[in-house]
């Protein structure tokens, strides 16, 4: 073995060395998963609350649906299936703190990167947000058809 290749092993065993002592400080846990914001710990979901699909439909119509739709792009990412790719608190993080989201979260800056634009913040409460998810859990299981 010569000495750039030598030179680059033991870089890469650096690497490695480092990525493995920020794992472990850090963890990998489904926490990671939740993104950036105040949800911060796991949502344990009940059936799906027709009251509460109905509120966060009437909050999505409103403050919503000029950037995002289901099944099609518009401003922002198609929303359909959103439930079955990302956990409760992640949509949850999103919706409530969009900025810093798309600045920390890696799932956040792809999507980011992709539709170049950065959701705001459409001044929601927890609640509100909570409803919303609801909403489209709602959609997602075909439970409501989605306008």
């Known amino acids: 073995m ?4 030598k030179s680059l092993l033991k870089i890469a065993i650096a690497v490695f060395s480092l990525m493995l002592f920020v794992i472990s400080i850090n963890g990998c846990g489904e926490k990671d998963e ?3 914001g105040p949800v911060k710990d796991e949502m344990k979901l009940a059936p799906i609350d027709n009251n509460l699909v109905a509120k966060g439909k009437q909050i999505f119509d409103v403050k919503c649906v000029s ?3 289901f099944d099609t792009r518009l401003v922002g990412p198609p929303l359909k299936d959103v439930t079955k790719r990302r956990r409760p608190e992640w949509i949850m993080n999103q919706i409530l703190n969009p900025t810093e989201m798309t600045m920390k ?3 956040a800056k792809q999507l980011f990167a992709q539709y170049l634009v950065q959701m705001t913040f459409q001044d929601v409460t927890h ?3 909570r409803a919303i998810l609801e909403y489209f859990r709602a959609v997602d299981n075909n439970q409501i058809t989605a306008q």
């Open 34 to 36: 939740f993104g950036v």
């Open 2 to 5: 010569n000495t750039k290749n």
């Open 67 to 69: 950037c995002h739709k």
């Open 105 to 107: 979260d890696p799932i």
């Open 127 to 129: 609640d509100d947000a």
